[in-house]
């Protein structure tokens, strides 16, 4: 992870709380705090460290700037990348790193995505039937009158029905006002979309499209923001406050969601922050959402739409 390559966009730290900052970022602010190149010299912190080694197998300076951990204190609010030996790479702050139950465990426990593979699943026991035994079954069970076993005709029957009813059945790329759509995530994304409506003439209250395929039991996406006179959706993505929101898994069914929109004449523009990484060729990467994060979306939109089309919608 090259923390120097994330970010096209810059905003101040103090628009939206207090957020985790890349580690340059970081870096640099205590340079200018304290006049002077190297705020804290290597060693500083290595007795505090030497308590977590399984932290300092995991941290790589090469994927902080070169920056080692034994500058880095403790508590500091940065947010680092750190590497566990299966080879997967995490974004956490030192906090909380620390704060993961047991200085000494097994390596997984440290990688979110280890823990996730680690997790104990259900195990199915398929029992070997005998198909002598089975033909007579079926035989008697006509005989006596008796229901069968499902076959595989209702068994897709069943998978077909688990898909949710209550979309309507629109044309694919329709948009529409669902009653199956969750409410906006957070205070942030709500102030987004009131720019967005300040900024740009659009139709409100459209919340999910309709696509081709499902997507978790549904024919419909939700995108936090919809601009149908434009066909293009906008996403709000942070990290979370544990920094693993919109990566790994989540990251993959983003990926998918993005897919069906543009398979349905949708294009899509996030805004990435926190130090996500884009995942489009028309995302916004800011620190946090802000007074420029609106003109970097309305510049996005113009290089998807051309310049004449948007601007006729401009307020």
């Not at 900052?21 to 006049?35: A, I, L």
């Not at 750190?82 to 080879?87: N, Q």
């Not at 995108?223 to 006179?229: A, R, T, Y």
């Amino acid at each position: 992870m090259d923390a120097s390559s994330q970010y096209a966009v810059s905003e101040p730290a103090s628009t939206v709380g207090t957020v985790a900052e890349p580690v340059r970022w970081w870096w640099e602010r205590r340079q200018f705090s304290r006049g002077t190149d190297v705020p804290y010299a290597v060693g500083t912190y290595r007795s505090t460290w030497a308590a977590y080694p399984e932290l300092v197998r995991q941290y790589h300076p090469d994927l902080n700037e070169g920056i080692v951990l034994s500058q880095v204190p403790p508590a500091a609010d940065v947010l680092l990348c750190w590497e566990c030996s299966a080879g997967h790479r995490f974004a956490a702050t030192p906090t909380e790193q620390r704060e993961r139950p047991g200085r000494v465990r097994r390596r997984s426990a440290w990688c979110p995505e280890c823990s996730a593979l680690a997790a104990p699943r259900p195990v199915k026991v398929v029992e070997r039937l005998d198909s002598a035994a089975v033909l007579a079954a079926v035989v008697q069970a006509k005989a006596v009158r008796m229901p069968v076993a499902p076959g595989p005709a209702s068994v897709k029957k069943r998978a077909a029905s688990s898909i949710c009813e209550k979309t309507p059945n629109l044309p694919v790329g329709e948009p529409f006002t669902s009653e199956c759509a969750p409410r906006p995530a957070s205070a942030a994304e709500a102030r987004l979309r009131a720019d967005l409506t300040a900024a740009l003439l659009f139709t409100e209250g459209m919340t999910a499209v309709r696509v081709g395929r499902p997507l978790f039991r549904h024919r419909e996406v939700w995108p936090d923001i919809l601009l149908p006179e434009l066909r293009v959706a906008v996403e709000y993505d942070t990290p979370g406050r544990h920094g693993l929101e919109h990566v790994g898994k989540r990251e993959v069914s983003d990926r998918r969601k993005d897919t069906l929109l543009r398979a349905a004449g949708w294009e899509v523009v996030r805004v990435r922050t926190g130090g996500l990484e884009a995942l489009g060729p028309n995302d916004v990467v800011v620190r946090s959402a802000g007074s420029r994060t609106v003109p970097a979306i309305v510049d996005a939109l113009r290089g998807i739409r051309g310049e004449l089309m948007v601007d006729a919608y401009l307020r």
